[in-house]
């Protein structure tokens, strides 16, 4: 599966983005869903993820703040952003993790198997 993230962008503190995750060539309902950021000098981390069964996890950071969402008749993956902080400033990647429906999302990027171009998200204060 191909994938490509948009949607990024500056924005100021406390607003709003809605990042988007296109797939081609194979069909998103095989996978379960995640999105990752990496700020320079910084790790790739875990920001969200969506099971096939549309469960979904958050890391604590961005928990009350994020939603990760999927709409597979359109082979698309979002993720609304709110209440935006300079700490979420970073390179978003989306990623497709093959699983059968009932296992639960997974948090590390080593277990990812396809990932997309970044967008980048920068938030000013």
């Known amino acids: 599966v191909q994938l490509q993230a948009s949607g990024g962008g500056l924005v100021q503190a406390g607003g709003s983005l809605r990042l988007s995750c296109a797939a081609s060539?194979?069909?998103?309902?095989?996978?379960?869903m995640g999105w990752f950021r990496q700020a320079p000098g910084q790790d790739r981390e875990f920001v969200a993820a969506i099971t096939r069964s549309y469960n979904a996890v958050y890391a604590d950071s961005v928990k009350g703040r994020f939603t990760i969402s999927r709409d597979n008749m359109k082979n698309m993956v979002y993720l609304q952003m709110d209440s935006l902080e300079p700490e979420d400033t970073a390179v978003y990647y989306c990623?497709?993790?093959?699983?059968?429906?009932?296992?639960?999302?997974?948090?590390?990027?080593?277990?990812?198997?396809?990932w997309g171009r970044g967008t980048q998200v920068t938030v000013s204060s």
């Open positions: 990623a497709a993790d093959r699983q059968i429906v009932t296992a639960p999302a997974r948090t590390k990027a080593i277990n990812y198997d396809y």
């Open positions: 060539r194979r069909a998103l309902n095989q996978y379960h």
